[in-house]
């Protein structure tokens, strides 16, 4: 015990009692266990509390008869979403399961929204499947066909997906001589559309494809639903260009598949479609090869008895060949004399466009410049000197005629300016009385005086 009646602490004992979790690491091990044991969830209920902040995300509770789970949906997912959800809708939500640590609160992040039952997009699609089917763009009647051996494929892909990747690695291996040209786009979100559309014309108006590979790798319906849109449909059923749907997996189904001159159910697929393969050009190769030896060597025993019966009867061919090649030494010294003539020729008229040149230089029409420059410099000086000077003498003369009119000079010649003592000026003897008091201003200061004495008649 200490002086205080509190008991002593052994230091020899250790403290056995488990360690407990702060707070924070309770939450962030409860999260991770969530995270790691629901990898992603389809749920169905009513939509509750929505509420859409200045954040653009969008947070809201989904509940049946007996329970509720919090949900969120930030911006990026939510944007995707064609019609705003409203308080009471039955709706369907894909996300992950997890933990808002600060608060602990359980909850889903959601990916995907859409109304309880069939799809918003299933249904999009199944209405504009049915409105282009009735229009005829998916009749065989006007599908094109494919050429058998293309001498150029375009590609119209994202650069960066692994749809270009399998495209490029099937053909390497089946035909590496045919070219290949990529028309890069987006295939997923808002700008996919349009970057399509605008690729497929890109296509046609470069012309130098045969056939068309228009696709991407697999991905969930709202990732493919580019190719789900009544634009691209219709630049892929007005293309003069046969085209080949290779979108997704073998399993997704697309309106691009409909519409397009042959379906095939991945990019790789499509590259097989419509690439030979080299190692049956090999074979047809070599057999062609073989065929080719056997009439060479008909033909040149053919055409070696015709050359033994024209040797017979051919003349000695020496004597023209000596005049043919005397003929050739004639030409080769007019040729060596016309190419002296006219290296002659060109190096006198480069001289003479060079002195044209040196006339015509901007160093030589620079220099003429500079020197107006300071010529016209030199004569603004000048002029502004002698206005100055003029003016100079103008104000001087000025200051003159001020002063000859000005009171003081007449203060300078003996006289003043007599004032009261309410500073009034005096023009009047009469104005004062003996006894006041007066002020005269003169040339240099002022004078005091008191009046003694008054004379009004002036004399």
Same mark, same amino acid.
């Given at each position: 015990?200490?002086?205080?009646?509190?008991?002593?602490t052994?230091?020899?004992?250790?403290?056995?009692?488990?360690? *407990? =979790? @702060?707070?924070?690491?309770?939450?962030?091990?409860?999260?991770?266990l969530?995270?790691?044991?629901?990898?992603?969830?389809?749920?169905?209920?009513?939509?509750?509390?929505?509420?859409?902040?200045? @954040?653009?995300? /969008? $947070?809201? @509770?989904?509940?049946?008869r007996?329970?509720?789970?919090?949900?969120a949906?930030?911006?990026?997912?939510? #944007?995707?979403?064609?019609?705003?959800?409203?308080?009471?809708?039955?709706?369907?939500?894909?996300g %992950?399961?997890?933990?808002?640590?600060?608060?602990?609160?359980?909850?889903?992040?959601?990916?995907?929204i859409?109304?309880?039952?069939?799809?918003?997009? #299933?249904q *999009?699609?199944?209405? =504009?499947?049915?409105?282009?089917?009735?229009?005829?763009?998916?009749?065989?009647?006007?599908?094109?066909?494919?050429? %058998?051996?293309p001498?150029?494929i375009?590609?119209?892909?994202s650069?960066?997906?692994? *749809?270009?990747?399998?495209?490029?690695?099937?053909?390497?291996? !089946?035909?590496?001589?045919?070219?290949?040209?990529? $028309?890069?786009?987006?295939?997923?979100?808002?700008?996919?559309?349009?970057?399509?559309? #605008?690729?497929?014309e !890109?296509?046609?108006?470069h012309g130098?494809?045969?056939?068309?590979?228009?696709g991407?790798?697999g991905?969930?319906?709202?990732? =493919?639903?580019?190719?789900?849109?009544?634009?691209?449909a219709?630049?892929m059923?007005?293309?003069?260009?046969?085209?080949?749907? *290779?979108?997704?997996?073998?399993?997704?189904?697309?309106?691009?598949?409909?519409?397009?001159?042959?379906?095939?159910?991945?990019?790789?697929?499509?590259?097989?479609?419509?690439?030979?393969?080299q190692?049956? /050009?090999?074979?047809?190769?070599?057999?062609w090869?073989?065929?080719l030896?056997?009439?060479?060597?008909?033909?040149? %025993?053919?055409?070696?008895? #015709?050359?033994?019966?024209?040797?017979?009867?051919?003349?000695?061919?020496?004597?023209?060949?000596?005049?043919?090649?005397?003929r050739?030494d004639d030409?080769?010294?007019?040729?060596?004399?016309?190419?002296?003539?006219?290296?002659?020729?060109?190096?006198?008229? @480069?001289?003479?466009?060079?002195?044209? =040149?040196a006339?015509?230089?901007?160093?030589?029409q620079l220099?003429?410049?500079?020197?107006?420059?300071?010529?016209?410099?030199?004569?603004?000086?000048?002029?502004? !000197?002698?206005?100055?000077?003029? !003016?100079?003498?103008?104000?001087?003369?000025?200051?003159?005629?001020l002063?000859v009119?000005?009171?003081?000079?007449?203060?300078?010649?003996?006289?003043?300016?007599v004032?009261?003592?309410?500073?009034?000026?005096?023009?009047?003897?009469?104005?004062?009385?003996?006894?006041?008091?007066?002020?005269?201003?003169?040339?240099q200061?002022?004078?005091?005086?008191?009046?003694?004495?008054v004379?009004?008649?002036?004399?």
């Open positions: 015990m200490d002086d205080y009646g509190t008991p002593r052994n230091p020899l004992l250790q403290d056995t009692r488990p360690r *407990a =979790l @702060s707070v924070s690491e309770l939450n962030h091990q409860a999260r991770h969530l995270e790691s044991s629901f990898m992603q969830v389809w749920v169905e209920g009513e939509l509750s509390g929505f509420s859409r902040p200045s @954040s653009g995300h /969008w $947070y809201f @509770s989904l509940k049946d007996k329970c509720q789970v919090r949900c949906m930030f911006r990026g997912f939510n #944007q995707r979403i064609r019609n705003l959800p409203k308080e009471g809708d039955q709706v369907r939500i894909r %992950k399961v997890t933990l808002y640590e600060n608060r602990g609160d359980f909850q889903i992040i959601v990916e995907h859409e109304p309880a039952g069939l799809g918003e997009l #299933q *999009a699609f199944e209405e =504009l499947k049915r409105k282009l089917q009735t229009e005829g763009l998916f009749d065989a009647a006007r599908k094109k066909s494919l050429p %058998k051996t001498g150029h375009g590609v119209i892909t650069p960066t997906g692994a *749809a270009i990747h399998d495209i490029l690695t099937v053909l390497a291996r !089946r035909c590496p001589a045919i070219p290949v040209t990529l $028309y890069p786009t987006a295939v997923q979100g808002k700008a996919a559309t349009k970057d399509i559309v #605008q690729a497929i !890109r296509a046609q108006t130098v494809a045969d056939v068309l590979i228009i991407r790798g991905g969930s319906l709202e990732d =493919l639903w580019c190719f789900n849109e009544e634009a691209v219709r630049a059923a007005n293309c003069r260009i046969p085209t080949v749907s *290779a979108v997704g997996h073998e399993v997704d189904v697309t309106i691009a598949d409909f519409v397009a001159d042959l379906r095939a159910p991945t990019p790789s697929a499509a590259a097989e479609k419509i690439s030979p393969d190692q049956d /050009w090999l074979r047809q190769i070599q057999e090869e073989h065929r030896a056997n009439a060479a060597r008909r033909a040149f %025993k053919r055409f070696g008895t #015709q050359l033994e019966h024209l040797g017979a009867r051919l003349r000695d061919p020496r004597r023209d060949l000596l005049e043919k090649a005397q050739m030409l080769e010294l007019r040729l060596n004399k016309a190419m002296v003539q006219r290296t002659e020729r060109l190096r006198v008229r @480069s001289e003479h466009l060079g002195q044209r =040149l006339l015509q230089s901007p160093r030589r220099v003429n410049g500079q020197e107006s420059v300071a010529r016209t410099s030199e004569r603004l000086g000048s002029a502004m !000197r002698l206005r100055l000077r003029q !003016r100079r003498e103008r104000l001087e003369h000025m200051a003159q005629t002063h009119v000005s009171p003081l000079a007449t203060l300078g010649r003996g006289y003043a300016i004032r009261d003592d309410e500073g009034r000026i005096i023009r009047d003897a009469a104005e004062v009385r003996p006894g006041d008091g007066i002020t005269a201003r003169i040339a200061g002022e004078i005091s005086a008191r009046v003694t004495s004379n009004s008649s002036g004399d």
